[in-house]
């Protein structure tokens, strides 16, 4: 009815891939790169498996199945970089970590961070009530401003909402509460942003201390906090994180790169009983396991992606009407990454509705999914160009805070990330992350 050839073509219109064709050919060049890879990686798992089972005296049937893999792919981790994720979080307790990333941010971008007090709260509540300016009792406020070098300005609030309790969201994520625009008058309406985690509560005896993953996943949310911090728009529409969906993820995907730089952890580690930073030897390990299995994550990945463009650029409606989707879900899984579900057990391939309850394909991510892969492209060619060499370079990062965050999505992605990159972007540094060479 509205002239598009499939879902798809009216979905990607304004996004920054514009077309699906540009997409369908992303993801089927990462399909071909990756594949030797998934098979590598995935041999070894099942030898893994095979002695394994041996191990308990079981015959081997030779078959790797889908929920095999999260369970060898733990098990390769413990065995063969005897890594302990518990000692490591002993070096990440919370609240040093939460500082030293505003640290960070500070170096970086020319922010600082200033924790409310209830006095503080007292005064800037506009009932007069401290407690009326947070939703509990639990959530940490801090203003922030520009340093001197950006010009001494208010930039907006932060909250940090980071236990978990009855009733609460359970997962991680960031939140705009407030975005920021121009007013009539040309006086600004400053953003304010939540981070609702759920991290452990500390005890008396002993500080919540944070796995590895998690000082990543906060760093990550943290960082669409400063996107929406950093946001100068005219407009609240485009402010802050409200970007198109395939680079919504960029700039906080471009961030973990901090948590896999040796300098960084080092800063960002506080042993809670000694203080002391973590080892060399512990952060190599670590660093070594960044891409273990990453052909097989990302192989999976792109099934998601692919299925999501499968059903939604049908050639037909009657196609699309005759579609069993349950039958495409399973065998797009099993040709692209390999891993094999109860059909090889001669159940065919019409089980589980694994699709019925992947969400991205209809709460908004639709024909989108594919933009968690194209962002990790801009954001691993971001990281390389301007960060890699120096993570904390003050000058880049002020450059990067005013030529990509502080514009949101008020002017097309693709142009503001030419502007940031001084050139196309290009898929060379996400194909050498992955080990693989570029085209
Ligand atoms: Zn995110």
Redesign the pocket.
Known sequence: MLGYANHAAFRIEDKMAKVPETVNSFLSDLRTKLAPGGVKEQAHLLELKKKDEESRGLTPDGNFYLWDNRFYDRMMVEQEYSIDETKISEYFPLQSTVQGMLEIFEKLFGLVFVKLDQEERQRISPTGKAEDIAWHEDVIIFSVWDDASEGDGFVGYLYLDLHPRQGKYGHA??FNLQPGYLQKDGSRRFPATALVCNFSKPTEKKPSLLKHDEVVTLF??L??GIHDLAGRCRYSRFHGTSTVRDF??AP??MLENWCWTSSQLKSLSNHYETGEKIPDELIEKLISTKHVNDALFNLRQLHFGIFDMTVHSPNSHEELEKLDASKLYNELRAEICGLKGPEALGQGSTWGNGQATFGHLIGGYDAGYYGYLSSEVYSADMFHSSFKKDPMNGKEGRRYRHTVLERGGSQDEMETLKQFLGRAPSSDAFYAELGLAAA
Do not use: L
């Open positions: 994520a960031n990550h949310e960082g669409h919504v993820e906080s995907q």
